[in-house]
């Protein structure tokens, strides 16, 4: 059973930058795509970004500003989130699944615990 355990999250600034490490076990890490879904105090769920063998989807509030890599050596997926804003202030999920359409429908067959970002202004 796959097991995704993150790291990473905690306080931050408006404007700075955090990495959020997730690392992958109880499965083969190249058979899956990767991603990131939020969710943020009384709101739904969020597609954030999921990052496939060779394809790489961002959702709209990730453009620009966000960048998800995996090292398929260290079975760990990455986001890089830069010129953070208030409204980023959610509770980031590791998520895993054989499709990224999955993640794309925040429909992943795996999580992990998720780990708290907070941007204050």
């Known amino acids: 059973q796959v097991h995704l355990v993150e790291s990473g999250g905690g306080l931050v600034q408006a404007g700075g930058s955090l990495r959020l490490s997730c690392e992958f076990s109880?499965?083969?890490?190249?058979?899956?795509?990767m991603g990131w879904i939020r969710q943020a105090a009384g709101k739904e769920r969020e597609f954030v970004v999921t990052i496939g063998k060779d394809t790489i989807y961002y959702g709209d509030s990730a453009k620009g500003r966000f960048t998800i890599s995996r090292d398929n050596a260290k079975n760990t997926a990455y986001l890089q989130m830069n010129s953070l804003k208030p409204e980023d202030t959610a509770v980031y999920y590791c998520v895993a699944a054989r499709s990224i359409g999955a993640i794309r429908d925040r429909a992943p067959e795996a999580w992990g615990q998720g780990t708290l970002v907070t941007v204050s202004s």
């Open positions: 109880g499965g083969t890490f190249t058979w899956y795509a």
